[in-house]
């Protein structure tokens, strides 16, 4: 006979069903759809996640699209789940679990099991803190992969310090936040943003900002470090870089990826690439930044998981300044 801890306001979701999105094959917004499945329950070392809101990102659009590669492709199994961030509050823990209880609000990120968009989310907690105190959990939802990428390259990879000269390529969902970052830690900012949204990335701490479309790399100065969010024409931009600059990139062409590997033990211009792994001690350290005012949240727009169609078309439109979230019902 099973019996039952109190654990104040758990509930037995195990024979209960939930929604979440899939999709059932690669393609544009339009494969992605509603369905319904059990509540996943969780093991030891996790938690089962009552989700509150999710975010879109842009690896989000490229795996959806098919564009992982065809020998990965080839390999999927659908139907594919979608969504990475989390923010919630944990409804049940998993056998052992004494590091959060039920109740605890959280933030973090499922990594390769991009299972986020869903109402309920079994997650490790070692991809989990708590979630900052001052802002709401949608405003929350902005920042885990992009705020933990852009931290974990320009601090843990790129120990960047106050006075360095530093050039954001591309101010999407993660450069947004690596701007803010790079101006709290005490850089010279300066930003290859979008000509649309230069007012809004001076406002927060670009020093400079040049329309990539019109600039070409030839007509910057050098740079202490260069983080690169595009993943195109890297030999140019490791020419902008000073004799010790770094460039650090979180996305690469296949093709590329030796003469990364090779100049990271031998250049002189180092190209790095990061893969960035939320972990609790990078959540709680992005939290404190959050509370401190270090970093904002910067929302574009908001829309219920139903709508997950027309959020993901507009997150594939162009010229577009901070991040798409995702309310949970
Ligand atoms: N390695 C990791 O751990 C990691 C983590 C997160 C993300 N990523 C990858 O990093 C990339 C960026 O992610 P994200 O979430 O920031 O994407 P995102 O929100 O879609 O942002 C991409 C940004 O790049 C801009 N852009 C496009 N071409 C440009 C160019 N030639 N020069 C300057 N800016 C340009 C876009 O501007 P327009 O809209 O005006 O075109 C957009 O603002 C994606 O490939 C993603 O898969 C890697």
Request: aromatic share 6%.
């Amino acid at each position: 006979m099973s019996s039952k801890v109190d654990t104040g306001d758990y509930k037995d979701t195990s024979s209960k069903v939930m929604k979440r999105v899939v999709y059932n094959r690669f393609g544009g917004p339009e494969v992605l759809e509603v369905e319904e499945t059990l509540i996943p329950q969780p093991k030891k070392g996790q938690v089962l996640v009552r989700m509150f809101a999710t975010s879109i990102n842009g690896g989000d659009l490229q795996v959806r699209n098919g564009g992982s590669g065809k020998l990965i492709n080839k390999f999927a199994k659908f139907p594919k789940t979608i969504g990475q961030d989390v923010v919630g509050k944990v409804d049940k823990l998993g056998p052992d679990v004494t590091d959060f209880k039920v109740g605890d609000m959280v933030w973090g990120n499922t990594t390769t099991d991009t299972n986020a968009t869903a109402q309920y989310v079994v997650i490790d907690t070692n991809k989990l803190s708590l979630m900052p105190s001052k802002i709401s959990p949608i405003e929350a939802a902005a920042f885990p992969c992009a705020g933990i990428t852009a931290l974990v390259a320009l601090v843990d990879k790129g120990k960047l310090k106050a006075g360095d000269q530093v050039l954001i390529r591309g101010a999407g969902g993660v450069g947004i936040f690596a701007v803010q970052i790079a101006k709290a830690l005490g850089a010279y900012v300066t930003v290859l943003g979008s000509k649309a949204t230069t007012d809004e990335l001076m406002n927060y701490g670009a020093d400079k900002v040049f329309d990539y479309r019109k600039t070409s790399p030839e007509e910057l100065e050098l740079f202490d470090i260069i983080f690169d969010t595009v993943g195109t024409e890297q030999d140019a931009f490791r020419k902008k870089l000073k004799p010790d600059g770094k460039l650090l990139t979180i996305t690469i062409s296949v093709s590329k990826l030796i003469s990364v590997a090779l100049s990271t033990r031998h250049g002189q211009h180092r190209t790095r690439l990061v893969i960035a792994f939320p972990n609790r001690k990078n959540l709680t350290y992005l939290a404190k930044l959050v509370d401190d005012g270090d970093i904002v949240p910067v929302i574009n727009s908001i829309y219920p998981m139903e709508r997950i169609v027309e959020a993901h078309r507009h997150a594939e439109s162009r010229g577009i300044l901070g991040k798409i979230i995702i309310t949970i019902p």
